[in-house]
């Protein structure tokens, strides 16, 4: 059964530290991963999509990895922002047999920016 | 181009009740997904739409049902409501059946309190 757990639950830093956040699964028969910011109570945004024969994916001051054989995902932060608090979730796109096609969800980092 | 819209916005039910959330996916997507996220925890699939039939389910019960229009759009109906039930329930939209390299495209959400 895949499980996804996302460390740490909560991060508070201030504006201009580049920062990671990490997600990790336990099976890797994945097909895809994608990391989400939600804002609170609100919807999800997608911020990165990463296919299991992908390594990186990048967009603006993000940039997020998967190294699929050891089960681990991080996302990048360069130069954090006030306006970057938010939740970060990290899904994962399962291949296996009961979960095929299903998004497996952490239960997400929560970060504080501070000015 | 309109993303994934939701309607409503905000219920307050009463237990036993029954209520219907709206979601219109994405401009180009033939796939919806629902999704329920209680608060503090990520979301939790609870089934998808493709070709106006139900193709996967997460475990949820009988309660919960779906329907899919002509038009893409869906519904979540859920029966008999319990306080349990207060959650964002979110719509994700996608094209074909999810599986593929295709991201999900969450919508605002609708924000059901039970009472």
């Known amino acids: 059964k895949q499980e996804v757990t996302q460390i740490p639950a909560a991060l508070s830093v201030p504006e201009g530290e580049n920062l990671v956040l990490n997600c990790s699964f336990t099976?890797?028969?994945?097909?895809?991963l994608q990391w989400f910011r939600q804002d609170p109570g609100k919807g999800l945004t997608s911020l990165l999509l990463i296919q299991s024969s992908q390594r990186e994916q990048t967009s603006g001051r993000l940039n997020a990895s998967l190294d699929k054989s050891s089960g681990r995902s991080t996302l990048y932060i360069a130069a954090s922002q006030p306006g970057d608090s938010a939740t970060y979730l990290c899904a994962v796109r399962c291949l296996g047999a009961g979960n095929n096609r299903k998004l497996i969800w952490g239960l997400g980092t929560s970060l504080a920016v501070n000015p | 181009d309109a993303g994934v819209t939701q309607s409503p916005t905000h219920l307050i039910k009463t237990r036993g009740q029954q209520v219907t959330l709206r979601c219109s996916p994405k401009?180009?997507?033939?796939?919806v997904s629902w999704y329920q996220q209680a608060l503090g925890q990520g979301p939790q699939f609870i089934f998808q739409y493709y070709e106006e039939e139900e193709r996967q389910r997460g475990n949820f019960p009988d309660r919960f049902s779906g329907h899919q229009f002509p038009n893409y759009s869906s519904e979540l109906n859920v029966n008999a409501l319990l306080l349990g039930d207060s959650a964002l329930y979110l719509c994700?939209?996608?094209?074909?059946?999810?599986?593929?390299?295709?991201?999900?495209?969450f919508g605002p959400g609708t924000r059901l309190t039970v009472t």
């Open positions: 994700a939209s996608s094209v074909g059946l999810a599986g593929g390299p295709n991201e999900q495209y």
């Open positions: 401009s180009g997507h033939d796939t």
């Open positions: 099976d890797s028969a994945i097909y895809n």
